[in-house]
């Protein structure tokens, strides 16, 4: 039986004279648990006291109504449409509907979420957007036409800070604890001001070299060409045949990688410099992958001189396995097939 016929019930034994106990008693008796509390029958009872006749239930100003027609489908679709940024609660005290019907629509029917925005290193132009899409395209192709070449051939390079003492993330400094115990305190810190520079350039089989800017230097044009041809023979001591292959040189546009003089110097290397677009670090296996892994290895670690950083870098990188290095040249196979996917947009993952 609805409510509407259990409602009838209570009205009909009502007026026989039935006291609300007796109803309910009588009610258990025949309809056992589909029968309604001894509560509700009193309510009701007390309804049909003060002369009213109907089983509905009252009408009651701002109460939710069904959210489940097309209408209203309609007109949620096209609040969320005009303002991202909406919230379920002021939805529903707009449309005058329950919180749960909102968000069903939202989630069931309309199959949206709501996501926090993601940080990204700038606004991309329609001109950038494009560059990036080109260059994905062009490097995936190569790369799908012989993969294992491709890799055979690859080389990436970047420079990282690496800070004698860098701050835990939140998530690191996440404890176990028991339900009536004080949530543990993290007093805020800050990364601290001794660093050390580190250029790394690395392949899908490890690290082919890391040079360390010395204090007082700077890294510029020449300092760089001086690096590549230190690369050079750190290829031909620990990849041999690789400089015959043609070495594939992966860097971003930082001045110093495109100066006149870094330029000239890979080409007598004889190495080729594939095309990178600017402000893309999501298309940088070093700002991507490598680097985030060796600082949150480092995090929270307290280094007391740049011989300690520099030691903890090259005890980081020298544990990892081939498979480690290789996982992160892999990934530029789906990063550089999303970034077209996405029309040059940033890649998440």
Request: proline share 4%; net charge positive; hydrophobic share 35%.
């Amino acid at each position: 039986m609805d409510k509407k016929e259990l409602r009838a019930v209570i009205k009909y034994l009502h007026k026989k004279g039935m006291k609300p106990k007796e109803i309910h008693e009588d009610m258990v008796k025949t309809l056992d648990e589909d029968s309604p509390s001894a509560s509700t029958v009193k309510k009701w009872v007390a309804h049909f006291k003060r002369g009213n006749e109907s089983t509905d239930d009252d009408a009651r100003s701002g109460r939710p109504k069904s959210a489940t027609t097309d209408d209203q489908v309609e007109a949620i679709h096209r609040m969320v449409m005009n303002d991202r940024r909406v919230t379920v609660q002021h939805i529903a005290n707009t449309m005058a509907i329950s919180v749960g019907s909102v968000h069903a629509v939202l989630t069931d029917i309309l199959g949206m979420s709501k996501l926090s925005a993601r940080w990204v290193p700038r606004m991309l132009t329609a001109d950038q957007k494009l560059n990036r899409l080109e260059i994905s395209r062009e490097l995936l192709a190569r790369f799908q036409s012989d993969p294992a070449k491709f890799l055979r051939r690859f080389v990436t390079q970047d420079e990282t800070w690496v800070h004698h003492f860098d701050p835990e993330s939140k998530q690191q400094s996440k404890q176990w604890k028991h339900a009536g115990s004080p949530p543990p305190k993290k007093f805020k810190r800050v990364a601290s001001v001794g660093k050390v520079m580190a250029s790394v350039f690395w392949d899908s089989e490890g690290v082919l070299m890391i040079d360390y800017l010395q204090k007082g230097q700077t890294i510029n044009g020449a300092y760089y060409a001086s690096e590549l041809r230190q690369l050079k023979e750190a290829i031909k001591t620990k990849r041999r045949g690789k400089l015959r292959d043609g070495v594939l040189l992966l860097q971003d546009n930082a001045p110093v990688h495109t100066a006149q003089v870094a330029v000239a110097e890979a080409e007598r290397c004889g190495f080729e410099l594939l095309p990178h677009a600017p402000y893309s670090p999501d298309l940088a296996p070093s700002d991507f992958y490598l680097f985030p892994k060796l600082k949150s290895d480092l995090r929270g670690r307290r280094f007391h001189s740049d011989d300690d950083v520099i030691n903890a870098v090259e005890g980081y990188l020298g544990a990892q396995d081939a498979t480690f290095f290789q996982e992160g040249i892999a990934k530029l196979e789906h990063r550089w097939t999303k970034c077209i996917e996405v029309q040059g947009d940033y890649v998440e993952k």
